[in-house]
């Protein structure tokens, strides 16, 4: 079963709202989580790695103040997109390693996915 | 920069054949490389991981084998069925604390 949950699965909101997406790993913690933007016929792109009781880190060209990211437990990590554009519709995926993220043998547990559509 | 490659068109074969896809990888060292299937609105789901070191990993149905001199990771289902058609990614990593870069994937669609 899913190692990872993630909701919602769907959101169709307009221009301007902003909207939160909570990503659980359900029985193990998960000190990091990564958040991920896949555009349609496009590889999965790091957005962000969010780290438990401090900052996210954020990859070069994402806006942090843009996409604000929480990580206040060691199951639960959100990630919100301020003030949505019609540009920031994606699908958006978090994942989470089971181990010690140093664990090179360590694979990725994914979330279901958040598909955004910004009217 | 660094680059994956992945076979971008669709790969079509028949139900009971084995499909072969092809990540190529260039600028990049990966201490490993890990092949995930992702179907339609669903995020990736694991499937093999093999480091540096080795030439070849088998679980069940699915072999991965991985160059490091061509630079190239062959994943293979044999006898393949319906329920094998997804999209497959492979993504590559540096080991320790860097982070995984995916490829685009190759669509499989199998033909009862």
């Known amino acids: 079963g899913a190692v990872v949950s993630q909701h919602p699965s769907w959101v169709i909101c307009k221009s301007g709202t902003s909207v939160k997406i909570e990503c659980r790993s359900l029985d193990f913690q998960a000190t990091t989580m990564f958040w991920y933007r896949q555009f349609p016929k496009q590889s999965l792109m790091l957005m962000a790695t969010?780290?438990?009781?401090?900052?996210?880190?954020?990859e070069q060209g994402v806006e942090k103040d843009k996409f604000l990211i929480n990580h206040a437990s060691l199951t639960l990590s959100t990630l919100t997109v301020t003030s949505a554009h019609p540009e920031d519709s994606s699908f958006y995926i978090c994942?989470?390693?089971?181990?010690?993220?140093?664990?090179?043998?360590?694979?990725?547990?994914f979330g279901d996915g958040t598909r955004l559509s910004i009217l | 920069s660094q680059k994956i490659e992945q076979n971008s068109e669709a790969l079509n074969i028949q139900e009971g054949k084995t499909a072969t896809l092809t990540c190529n990888y260039t600028n990049y060292s990966p201490a490993y490389l890990q092949w995930y299937r992702q179907d339609p609105g669903r995020g990736p789901v694991f499937l093999l991981l093999?480091?540096?070191?080795?030439k070849e990993k088998r679980k069940e149905r699915l072999k991965v084998t991985f160059d490091t001199t061509l630079k190239q990771s062959l994943f293979h289902i044999t006898a393949s069925q319906p329920a094998d058609s997804a999209t497959y990614l492979c993504?590559?990593?540096?080991?320790?604390?860097?982070?995984?870069?995916f490829g685009i994937g190759t669509k499989l669609q199998v033909i009862p």
């Open positions: 969010s780290n438990e009781g401090s900052k996210a880190t954020y």
């Open positions: 994942s989470a390693p089971r181990g010690y993220i140093g664990d090179s043998n360590q694979p990725q547990h």
């Open positions: 993504a590559l990593h540096s080991g320790g604390y860097q982070k995984v870069t």
């Open positions: 093999i480091r540096e070191n080795e």
